[in-house]
Structures are given as C-alpha cells and as structure tokens.
C-alpha cells in the first residue's frame, strides 16, 4: 500500500534510494560556493566564488559524477554528515530532514519548479 505522505516524509535519509537522495537537493548551489571560517567563533562566510565547475546558470555541477576526482576536496553530503556540516546553510533539505525540519516551501520537490530555489533567491545563481 502507498503511502499518501511523499517519500521525504515517510523514509529516513539512510533508507532513501540514490534517486530520492538526489531529488532532495534545491538547485541552490551554496555547497558549491567558497567559504571561510574563523577560527575562534566558528562562524561561516559565504563569499561570491565558486567551483570552477559549476554551472552558474543552471546552478549545476558540471562534472557532478566525477566531482570528487576533479575537486579532491569536494565534500560530499551523505545521510551521516548532513545534519553536522556546519557550512552547509539552513535551508538546505539534506540538512533539514537530518535535523527533523519540513523542507521549505519554495522546494522544488513541493513546488514542482527546478529553478525554485533561484526564484526564491537562495541560490548562488547570478
């Protein structure tokens, strides 16, 4: 019997399939933007630079599925860090969902819209 509730409601992050795993992000692209931490307070700042690999119009890694041999340093989001990464911004699903937070309105999976993070203007495109 189905569920009348979608997926991200009913399946825990270690439980979802690589297709809803992937489904969850926004299309924000903040993962992909360099920031700096300070040392003594562990605050983060986001600057206007990004991985050379991203596509900033379609707020998309360009080389995505071979992101971690291109960008050795990329780190990747998996159900186990998601809810400690301190950089990764609030509004981001993986995190919410690791933290027991609804996904945000403007959602792409909740709008139907893949550019609903840009529209929502939380993403780095631009």
């Not at 360099?34 to 119009?57: A, M, P, R, W």
């Not at 933290?99 to 993403?123: E, F, M, Y």
Request: aromatic share 8%; hydrophobic share 30%.
């Amino acid at each position: 019997m189905n569920s009348p509730l979608p997926f991200w409601q009913t399946t825990t992050l270690d439980d979802m399939t690589q297709e809803q795993w992937e489904s969850l992000c926004d299309g924000c692209a903040q993962c992909c933007a360099h920031k700096l931490e300070d040392e003594e307070s562990g605050e983060i700042f986001y600057t206007n630079i990004v991985c050379q690999y991203l596509d900033s119009q379609q707020c998309r890694c360009s080389v995505y599925p071979k992101r971690q041999q291109k960008v050795p340093d990329c780190i990747q989001i998996t159900p186990q860090n998601a809810g400690s990464l301190s950089w990764i911004p609030a509004t981001c699903a993986y995190k919410r969902l690791a933290n027991g937070q609804p996904l945000p309105q403007w959602h792409p999976l909740i709008t139907g819209k893949p550019d609903s993070a840009r529209l929502a203007n939380v993403s780095v495109s631009g």
